[in-house]
């Protein structure tokens, strides 16, 4: 596979790709993904995150720092407490960046049937 389906040479899109990759890696974790979705309902406090999802407020503010890092969530300082926020546009530019994958797959799963039957003889 080339190393940028979009085209381009291998750097071409680096800082772009640096930035979905990371992305990529923060929702992989269902309770990361979890948490960004609980995030998108409405602004959420680590405290309310954490009696979502039955875990304890260290936990919850280590998947939120990822998931900060990542760009998909923002943080609110209200007083003494902070709440979180779902980033839309940062889950659009992952699709983006994925996009030319998901063309790469979709041709290669719908020539499959044709490779199966040629090496079945068919």
């Not at 680096?14 to 948490?35: G, M, N, W, Y």
């Not at 979705?37 to 959420?44: L, N």
């Not at 936990?59 to 300082?77: D, I, K, N």
Request: one cysteine or more; aromatic letters at 6%; a positive charge.
């Amino acid at each position: 596979m080339p190393d940028d389906p979009a085209g381009g040479g291998p750097h071409s899109r680096a800082p772009q790709a640096k930035r979905a990759t990371a992305s990529v890696s923060a929702s992989c974790l269902s309770r990361r993904t979890r948490i960004a979705r609980r995030s998108g309902d409405g602004p959420r406090s680590t405290g309310e995150l954490a009696g979502m999802f039955e875990l304890g407020r260290p936990a919850v503010s280590e998947h939120l720092a990822v998931l900060r890092t990542a760009g998909l969530v923002r943080e609110e300082p209200r007083g003494r407490h902070r709440f979180y926020h779902l980033e839309p546009a940062r889950l659009t530019e992952v699709s983006e960046w994925l996009h030319p994958f998901e063309r790469y797959w979709k041709q290669r799963l719908e020539a499959l049937p044709d490779l199966l039957d040629e090496e079945n003889g068919t």
